[in-house]
C-alpha cells in the first residue's frame, strides 16, 4: 500500500539535544511538507520541499532544520534552538501540482524530559 | 493573506443527530477548498474537497459545497454516528500547493 510512514510515534527529548523525525512516501509525490500541531490549534506549517535538493521556510522554522536528499525522505530536525518542542509533528506529501490534496502520515508525538 | 475561520467547538451531538460546521475563508484568485478528519492519534485524512465555485463535495454521508458569494465551505451530514467522533479542520488552498488550516472543530458523538 502506498503511504507516509512517520517514525518513531513517540519521542523524548533532553535539554540541548537534537532529534530528527523521519518521513518517508511512497506515493511518488514530488512535493512534501512539515507541520506543528498544538492543542486546540491548526496546523502550523514549518517547512516544504517541492522538489529534491530543494526545500523552502514555512510559517515556524526558527529552531528547526530539514533535508530533501531523496524523493521519499524529508527528515526534520528539532534543535536545540528550539525552545518549546513539546508538540504533534505530521509529515505530508503531495503531487506538487496546483490545487492538489495533502497526504498525511501518523505523526510523532515529541515531549521533553 | 489566506485564511480559514471555523466554528468554535467543542461540538457534541447524539446518534442520528444532523451535524453543521461552519467555515469561512479569505483568499486571494480562487483557491480550492478542503475538509480533513483527524481521528484521535493519528494524521489527517481527506474527507472530501471542491476545487471552484458550486461545485459540492461528498464522502461517507459528508457533504459540503463551495460558496464563493459568501466565502463559505460549511460541513453537514445529516445522521452522525459515534465513529464520527474526530476533529475535522478547513483548509483551503490558493493557486498553489500549500495548504492554510483552521483551528479545527472537536465533534462528539454519543450513543
Known amino acids: 500500500d502506498g503511504g507516509i510512514t512517520q517514525s518513531p510515534k513517540y519521542l523524548f527529548r533532553k535539554e540541548g539535544q537534537n532529534v530528527t523525525l523521519s518521513c518517508e512516501q511512497n506515493?511518488?509525490?514530488?512535493?512534501m511538507y512539515w507541520y506543528r500541531q498544538d492543542p486546540g490549534q491548526g496546523l502550523r506549517l514549518i517547512y516544504y520541499?517541492?522538489?529534491?535538493?530543494?526545500?523552502q521556510k514555512g510559517d515556524i522554522a526558527e529552531g528547526y532544520s530539514v533535508s530533501r536528499e531523496k524523493k521519499e525522505s524529508f527528515p526534520l530536525t528539532v534543535t536545540s534552538a528550539q525552545k518549546n518542542p513539546t508538540a504533534f509533528y505530521l509529515c505530508?506529501?503531495?503531487?506538487?501540482?496546483?490545487?492538489?490534496?495533502?497526504?498525511f502520515g501518523d505523526g510523532t508525538r515529541l515531549s521533553i524530559l | 493573506g489566506n485564511s480559514v475561520t471555523q466554528m468554535e467547538g467543542p461540538v457534541t451531538l447524539s446518534e442520528e443527530a444532523f451535524l453543521t460546521i461552519n467555515c469561512t475563508y479569505t483568499?486571494?484568485?480562487?483557491?480550492?477548498l478542503f475538509w480533513y478528519v483527524q481521528y484521535p492519534g493519528e494524521g489527517l485524512q481527506l474527507l472530501l474537497k471542491a476545487t471552484k465555485a458550486d461545485d459540492k463535495g461528498s464522502n461517507k454521508g459528508f457533504e459540503a459545497t463551495y460558496r464563493k458569494e459568501t466565502t463559505s465551505f460549511h460541513l453537514e451530514k445529516g445522521s452522525v454516528q459515534v465513529s464520527d467522533s474526530a476533529v475535522y479542520f478547513c483548509a483551503l488552498t490558493p493557486n498553489d500547493y500549500k495548504l492554510s488550516f483552521g483551528a479545527g472543530t472537536t465533534v462528539t458523538v454519543r450513543a
Open positions: 483568499a486571494t484568485g480562487y483557491p480550492s
Open positions: 506515493l511518488n509525490h514530488d512535493a
Open positions: 505530508a506529501s503531495s503531487m506538487g501540482t496546483v490545487n492538489q490534496p495533502q497526504h
Open positions: 520541499s517541492q522538489i529534491v535538493n530543494d526545500f
